[in-house]
C-alpha cells in the first residue's frame, strides 16, 4: 500500500483560501491518481476532485468548482488542494486517497487534516 | 451531486447478519460495477472493505460480503462482532467519471 502523510491542521479566516498537501511514497503519481475527499463535523464523506496519474488533468465536483485547485508535484510526489473563499461551512477533515489508475476504489488514505474556518 | 442513499443505522446482536443498501441511479451505481465499501471508525480514515461491488480488499474478513442489484448496492456483514461497530460508506463511480458517496450507515452491536 502506498503511504501518504498529510500536512497540519489550519486556521483561517472567512474569505481566505487554504492549501493542503499529501506527500505520497516515491514514484506513486506514476501510476496512481489522487482523489481529495473531506468530512464535516458529524457529517458523510464528500468527494471534492481528484488529478489523474495518466494526464495530469484535474476534475472537480461540481459543488466546488469554482473555488478548488488540485495540483501534483510529481518529482516531490506531492499533490495539493486549494480551496478559496472559505466560510464557516468548510471546517471540515479533509482527505487524500489514491487510486491505482482505472481501478475506481479510495485504496490509501492520508491521515486528514482538519481545516477550522473561524473569524 | 446528489449523496447515495444509506439507512443513517442499523443495529443487530452479535451473530446475527445485516445488511447495509446503498441506492443510486442508473448514473452512477446501476450503471458501473465500480462500488466499493468503506469502514471508518470515530476520528480515523476511512478504510477500503469491498471493491468492483463484490470483491473484498486484502485482509477482509470473509464475513464481509457485497451485491448489486440495479440501482442499489448492499453490503452484508455475518456473524456480527463488537469490532464491527463503526461507520460504513458506499461509494460508486458517476456519469463523467467523478465520483460519489452515500450518506453513511452507523451500524451498532447490541
Known amino acids: 500500500q502506498v503511504q501518504i502523510v498529510q500536512s497540519g491542521s489550519e486556521v483561517k479566516k472567512p474569505g481566505a483560501s487554504v492549501k493542503v498537501s499529501c506527500k505520497a511514497s516515491?514514484?506513486?503519481?506514476?501510476?496512481?491518481?489522487l482523489h481529495w475527499v473531506r468530512q464535516a463535523p458529524g457529517q458523510r464523506l464528500e468527494w471534492m476532485g481528484w488529478i489523474t496519474a495518466a494526464s495530469g488533468n484535474a476534475q472537480y465536483s461540481q459543488t466546488f468548482q469554482d473555488r478548488l485547485t488540485i495540483t501534483k508535484d510529481s518529482s516531490a510526489s506531492t499533490a495539493y488542494m486549494e480551496l478559496s473563499s472559505l466560510r464557516s461551512e468548510d471546517t471540515a477533515v479533509y482527505y487524500c486517497?489514491?487510486?491505482?489508475?482505472?481501478?475506481?476504489?479510495?485504496?490509501?488514505w492520508g491521515q486528514g487534516t482538519l481545516v477550522t474556518v473561524s473569524s | 451531486q446528489a449523496a447515495l442513499t444509506q439507512p443513517a443505522s442499523v443495529s443487530g446482536s452479535p451473530g446475527q447478519s445485516i445488511t447495509i443498501s446503498c441506492t443510486g441511479s442508473?448514473?452512477?451505481?446501476?450503471?458501473?460495477?465500480?462500488v466499493s465499501w468503506y469502514q471508518q471508525y470515530p476520528g480515523k480514515a476511512p478504510k477500503l472493505f469491498i471493491f468492483d461491488v463484490s470483491n473484498r480488499a486484502s485482509g477482509i474478513s470473509n464475513r464481509f460480503s457485497g451485491s448489486k442489484s440495479g440501482n442499489t448496492a448492499s453490503l452484508t456483514i455475518s456473524g456480527l462482532q463488537a469490532e464491527d461497530e463503526a461507520d460504513y460508506y458506499c461509494?460508486?463511480?458517476?456519469?463523467?467519471?467523478?465520483?460519489?458517496f452515500g450518506g453513511g450507515t452507523k451500524v451498532t452491536v447490541l
Open positions: 516515491a514514484g506513486t503519481f506514476k501510476t496512481y491518481s
Open positions: 486517497a489514491t487510486e491505482f489508475f482505472g481501478s475506481h476504489l479510495f485504496e490509501s
Open positions: 442508473s448514473s452512477d451505481v446501476g450503471g458501473y460495477d465500480y
Open positions: 461509494a460508486s463511480r458517476s456519469t463523467t467519471n467523478t465520483r460519489v
